[in-house]
């Protein structure tokens, strides 16, 4: 007898300000039914009608809103069987809700009246607190502090949409350490102690795509050791996090400027990894906005890094 596959229903919360409203657009686009600050108390009702994914906000102006009783619905609906739930928490910094305030001249709803500034950073202060529960015990928090729209859309995109598939999605990006750590990074992994290929006057220019860069790093002899060490770790990791639940990982490998090491290396993960039958996207901070694509050829011999001792 065939299983019944389980509705879908994505609960997103998290600060005023921080882009729930955004991240439920995406969803609709990606065939959700949404409600918007149903009360806690129909809640659960609306989950059970229907088959249809589900994607609901809940959050400080929601009637009859505490996190405690949210977190016990939360409980409730994670034991059914018929359902799988997600639940997603948006935040930003203080400073950056501040701003969006600012411009949008909009009340925080914890803050209602009052100067503008003085109060706004009152309500933020009381939503923190408040909302602290839900964002301990969240499936995904994402912070929108410098992600732009379309990187947003993405990061959800690629979460929730019908190419995401089952098990575990595997995002390897490269980075520059002076402009800061990826937001969502799981895992994290300094390229900074290999040779720059920076300070080679014909390497400069070029990116760890080409294949002068790739054979001056892989020439390090701190190369294949790392790269085995990272490996080696990643082989029995992976399989746990998928079991345990976790749907999507992100690994983030940085370097100096994010355009030469941690850009080689994050190419030969993303194969490597693919080729053992992870789902992976590959992306360069610094390189560009959008994803890349895992490249095989040339880099597929490559694996034999992967075996040398």
Not at 112 to 125: F, Q, R
């Amino acid at each position: 007898m065939a299983i019944p596959e389980r509705r879908q229903v994505v609960l997103v919360t998290g600060l005023s300000g921080a882009g729930k409203a955004s991240i439920l657009r995406v969803l609709e686009d990606l065939g959700y039914e949404t409600v918007d600050n149903p009360p806690l108390s129909v809640l659960e009702a609306l989950v059970g009608d229907g088959e249809q994914p589900l994607a609901a906000g809940v959050d400080s102006r929601t009637r009859d809103f505490d996190p405690a009783g949210a977190i016990r619905l939360l409980e409730r609906l994670r034991m059914r069987p018929d359902i799988a739930v997600t639940l997603i928490f948006a935040t930003a910094e203080e400073d950056v809700l501040l701003r969006r305030y600012t411009e949008t001249r909009r009340r925080h709803p914890l803050a209602p009246g009052g100067p503008l500034g003085h109060k706004v950073s009152d309500g933020i202060a009381r939503e923190v607190a408040l909302m602290a529960p839900l964002r301990d015990t969240a499936d995904m928090v994402v912070d929108t502090s410098d992600l732009p729209l379309p990187d947003l859309r993405r990061m959800v995109e690629r979460r929730f949409g019908q190419d995401a598939g089952a098990g575990l999605g595997v995002s390897v990006v490269s980075f520059a350490f002076p402009k800061g750590l990826p937001r969502e990074a799981d895992m994290v992994f300094d390229l900074r102690f290999l040779r720059n290929p920076h300070y080679v006057d014909e390497l400069r220019p070029l990116t760890g795509r080409d294949p002068a860069v790739a054979d001056f790093i892989e020439a390090d002899p701190d190369f294949a050791p790392f790269w085995r060490c990272m490996t080696e770790m990643l082989g029995p990791l992976l399989p746990r996090y998928a079991q345990e639940g976790k749907k999507y990982l992100t690994i983030a490998l940085g370097c100096t400027g994010g355009k030469h090491r941690s850009v080689l290396a994050a190419e030969r993960l993303a194969h490597h990894l693919q080729s053992q039958g992870w789902r992976v996207e590959l992306s360069h901070r610094e390189l560009s906005a959008g994803p890349a694509p895992v490249r095989a050829g040339r880099e597929a011999g490559r694996e034999a890094l992967t075996q040398t001792s």
